[in-house]
T-cell receptor
Framework: AQSVTQLGSHVSVSEGALVLLRCNYS??????LFWYVQYPNQGLQLLLK??????LVKGINGFEAEFKKSETSFHLTKPSAHMSDAAEYFC???????????FGKGTMLLVSP | NAGVTQTPKFQVLKTGQSMTLQCAQD?????MSWYRQDPGMGLRLIHY???????DQGEVPNGYNVSRSTTEDFPLRLLSAAPSQTSVYFC?????????FGPGTRLTVT
């Protein structure tokens, strides 16, 4: 079975600083990996996904993530944080067409002026 | 194309009451699922379906029932509501690997 670990339930950055949200996965077969964002009192929005091909994946709002098989990681980064990035971010993994999508517990990103 | 829709958006129940959370999708997706979201717990899978007539349990199925009579609809039934079922519920449908979420139902059980 697959699993996801997100390091840090809360991450605080200053506006303009680098954003780094960590995600490690466990899977016995090649995974498909996702990052979702949830703004307060809203649903989940897909930020980016890795399925196959290029390991550096670019998403919406300037975010990107790199799939590192040797480290079983899929960390999310953004060079310069904006106040509007404050939200909860979820990493998720799936290993097959009919397998379940498994989520990490989420990381709340706090951005200060 | 409405995507995934959920009704109601908010609901308050008394302990012991039953209700059905509705979910519908218009994308002809085979795979649908229900999650509950609780603070610090992420999203946990309740039940899922890989097609009409086929359902299976997820991580936290107790107290919930589902059925899938059509491709479009996947209702979630609470048989006898308990305060532990206070949560936000999300329905989702999937095309291959990308999952699309509904807006959620916020349920409070008193």
């Amino acid at each position: 079975a697959q699993s996801v670990t997100q390091l840090g339930s809360h991450v605080s950055v200053s506006e303009g600083a680098l954003v780094l949200l960590r995600c490690n996965y466990s899977s016995s077969v090649p995974p498909y990996l996702f990052w979702y964002v949830q703004y307060p009192n809203q649903g989940l929005q897909l930020l980016l996904k890795y399925t196959t091909g290029a390991t550096l994946v670019k998403g919406i709002n300037g975010f990107e993530a790199e799939f590192k098989k040797s480290e079983t990681s899929f960390h999310l980064t953004k060079p310069s944080a904006h106040m509007s990035d404050a939200a909860e971010y979820f990493c998720a993994v799936i290993v097959g067409r009919y397998s379940t999508l498994t989520f990490g517990k989420g990381t709340m990103l706090l951005v200060s002026p | 194309n409405a995507g995934v829709t959920q009704t109601p958006k908010f609901q308050v129940l008394k302990t012991g009451q039953s209700m059905t959370l509705q979910c519908a999708q218009d994308m002809n997706h085979e795979y649908m699922s229900w999650y509950r979201q609780d603070p610090g717990m992420g999203l946990r899978l309740i039940h899922y379906s890989v097609g009409a007539g086929i359902t299976d349990q997820g991580e936290v199925p107790n107290g919930y029932n589902v059925s899938r009579s059509t491709t479009e609809d996947f209702p979630l039934r609470l048989l006898s509501a308990a305060p532990s079922q206070t949560s936000v519920y999300f329905c989702a449908s999937r095309d291959s690997y990308e999952q699309y979420f509904g807006p959620g139902t916020r349920l409070t059980v008193t």
